[in-house]
């Protein structure tokens, strides 16, 4: 066999290897990339956005509004002109479900945001001193998950006074954040240790800074998942309110209190309880949908 | 071990005094007494009230009675039912809320695994899809929403089982209740299973067991889902939180006169005492199961050493 000459030339090099050929993405693009192409979780985005719409947009574009009573078109089946029917004092069930899903959307929006603010600010300190303070404030934590957070709800909205929509809010949301608490120090726990982090302190970042741009940055996955699952337990946790009478109170209306109030009279007309049910478990499926698929899209181990 | 014990039990005892206190603190801040309602007490009244329930004692007085009492297992007098104590509610309602979480309990645990059983087995095929979607209806549809239907359509329209009533605990009046229980923890544990039976159906050891010839139900029974409980057996204490506060609805929808009901209906009418009694109730049993579960990993997973645990 004879071995050409050629063969042995050295390869032109006219790119440099070094060369980086593609634009570099943040981890937010990386992530929105992948959660594009899983398309149960586009569908649960879809959803989210059609029914955020429905319920705030929604109102401008029909003639009834939550509150008029029209004693004279009780328990009307749906129709073209009730699309949902209308409820025990001749209200539009339409106009009603829409208002409810501003109530609802905004207790869970609102009530995570207050649970992330405390669960990452705990957790950031928790995680970033560790040593005794971690040590203590995760036993604080310990205790305080040891008794399960609907009793806490019952007993502050109890002492708070019955549901005005701020203290179901603020209720819900000094609740919820032992979770994310733990998940936010457990992130910081390990990311404080690379590498990048000591880089940083060597150049003399002060801890807020470290916190700002490297520690909590780093952490926004599991973040964003964990708020992405904590709305629809805050919106299910409200319908129970509503359920047992500690809830939104009427006029206004979640759809939780929608709910509680279309069961009582289910075997005369089931559409009172049926639309806010369907509103919250398509909610709920949405919701969960778009957290699996954040988890998918953030989690370093499903990377190809 | 011991050791191991004893620091649990002195935790779950600060746990509870904690509990107590908050509880105790949180109910004595409520604007306006028990006895302020619409109608006005006349001052007489409100007096000989406050008298007999020892409520113008000073509140260090009421605490540090309270949590004597509290001590012997001693929840003090309701302030709605005349004449009973929160012990004799308590008395008669937690063998039914009992029962009922009893059978879910069951329900749940062998129906999820089953099911995530079924699904890992049977991955993305038809029973997989099937239980999935099972699994998905049970966590979006609220509890109060699934027991009302279950009310409505298979005991009210169909009449397979009695929609309402505790009925001295008669079997097909504890059925409906029971699966309006367990729809949510059901969900869970089908989720928890599928995802740990793939996980596990994937190791060697299971392929080991293929090769030696063994046949598919020993593989799966003794090798693959006794390895696969374990994130199972973790979920168990948020599982009976579930099962104990998942009550107070189920009892109020099917009208079973249990202490979940007796809750709710203490929040309604502002009956400070019995909420109180209530929540220091639910604490105990839950940090005594929390206890259990804790223990229970030893013996199930001789890998978790109780002792080595960081900081003991």
Redesign the interface.
């Known amino acids: 066999m004879k071995l050409a000459q050629n063969l042995f030339e050295p390869a032109k090099s006219q790119i440099s290897a070094e060369h980086i050929n593609r634009p570099s993405t943040t981890m937010l693009q990386d992530a929105w990339r992948r959660f594009k192409k899983n398309k149960l979780a586009m569908a649960g985005l879809i959803t989210l956005a059609s029914l955020i719409l429905f319920a705030f947009i929604g109102p401008y574009l029909i003639k009834y509004n939550y509150y008029t009573n029209d004693l004279m078109n009780q328990y009307l089946n749906p129709s073209w002109i009730h699309p949902f029917g209308t409820d025990a004092l001749g209200r539009d069930t339409m106009a009603r479900l829409m208002y409810g899903g501003q109530v609802s959307l905004a207790i869970g929006f609102v009530s995570v945001l207050i649970n992330l603010s405390i669960g990452v600010f705990y957790g950031g300190i928790s995680g970033y001193f560790g040593g005794r303070i971690d040590?203590l404030m995760m036993r604080i934590i310990d205790?305080i998950y040891?008794?399960?957070d609907?009793?806490y709800v019952?007993?502050?909205m109890?002492?708070m006074?019955k549901g005005g929509l701020l203290n179901i809010m603020i209720v819900l949301g000094i609740v919820n954040w032992m979770g994310m608490a733990r998940i936010v120090r457990g992130q910081i726990l390990t990311l404080r240790e690379q590498e990048y982090v000591l880089a940083s302190r060597t150049l003399g970042a002060s801890t807020s800074r470290l916190m700002l741009k490297h520690l909590i940055p780093n952490a926004m996955g599991p973040i964003i998942i964990t708020s992405a699952l904590a709305i629809p337990s805050a919106i299910?946790m409200e319908?129970?309110l509503s359920?047992?009478?500690?809830g939104i109170q009427p006029p206004f209306a979640s759809w939780?209190s929608l709910?509680?109030e279309g069961?009582l009279n289910?075997?005369s007309y089931?559409y009172a309880?049926f639309f806010p049910?369907a509103a919250?478990?398509i909610t709920?499926?949405a919701f969960?949908f778009v957290g699996d698929g954040l988890r998918d899209a953030f989690d370093p181990k499903m990377r190809k | 071990m011991a050791k191991y014990l004893l620091q649990r039990i002195a935790s779950a005892l600060?746990?509870l005094f904690?509990?107590v206190s908050l509880?105790f603190v949180?109910?004595h801040?409520?604007?306006g007494g028990p006895f302020s309602r619409e109608k006005q007490v006349p001052p007489a009244v409100l007096i000989n009230l406050e008298e007999r329930y020892h409520m113008n004692d000073p509140l260090s007085k009421q605490y540090i009675d309270y949590m004597k009492n509290v001590a012997q297992f001693n929840l003090g007098p309701t302030f709605r039912y005349e004449g009973r104590t929160v012990n004799d509610l308590i008395k008669d309602g937690l063998p039914k809320t009992a029962t009922i979480g009893f059978i879910a309990t069951i329900f749940a645990l062998g129906g999820g695994l089953l099911l995530g059983t079924i699904a890992a087995l049977w991955h993305n095929k038809t029973p997989d899809t099937l239980a999935t979607f099972i699994a998905?209806?049970g966590?979006?549809?609220?509890?109060?929403?699934m027991a009302?239907?279950l009310q409505?359509y298979l005991g009210?329209k169909l009449g397979l089982f009695p929609p309402v009533g505790w009925n001295n605990g008669a079997f097909k009046n504890l059925v409906l209740p029971s699966i309006a229980l367990g729809a949510f923890p059901i969900a869970q544990i089908t989720r928890l299973m599928r995802t740990s039976m793939l996980d596990v159906l994937s190791q060697d050891y299971i392929r080991t067991a293929k090769s030696k010839g063994l046949p598919g139900y020993v593989i799966i029974g003794r090798h693959a889902m006794r390895n696969a409980l374990l994130p199972v057996i973790t979920y168990l204490g948020p599982f009976f939180?579930?099962i104990?506060?998942g009550n107070?609805?189920v009892e109020?929808?099917f009208g079973i006169p249990g202490i979940g009901q007796f809750f709710?209906t203490s929040?309604?009418n502002?009956d400070y005492s019995t909420?109180m009694g209530m929540?220091v109730l639910?604490?105990s049993l839950?940090?005594v199961f929390?206890l259990l579960v804790d223990i229970a990993y030893t013996f199930i997973d001789p890998r978790i050493k109780l002792t080595g645990q960081k900081?003991a």
């Open positions: 040590n205790i040891s008794v399960p609907l009793l019952i007993l502050l109890v002492v006074g299910f319908a129970f359920f047992i009478g500690i939780g709910a509680a069961r289910i075997p089931p309880l049910a919250i478990a709920m499926l969960n | 600060l746990v904690l509990v509880t949180l109910m801040s409520i604007p998905t209806i966590v979006s549809v609220p509890s109060f929403v009302t239907f409505y009210y939180a579930y104990l506060t107070f609805i109020f929808v709710v929040i309604t502002r909420i929540t639910f604490c839950l940090v929390n900081g």
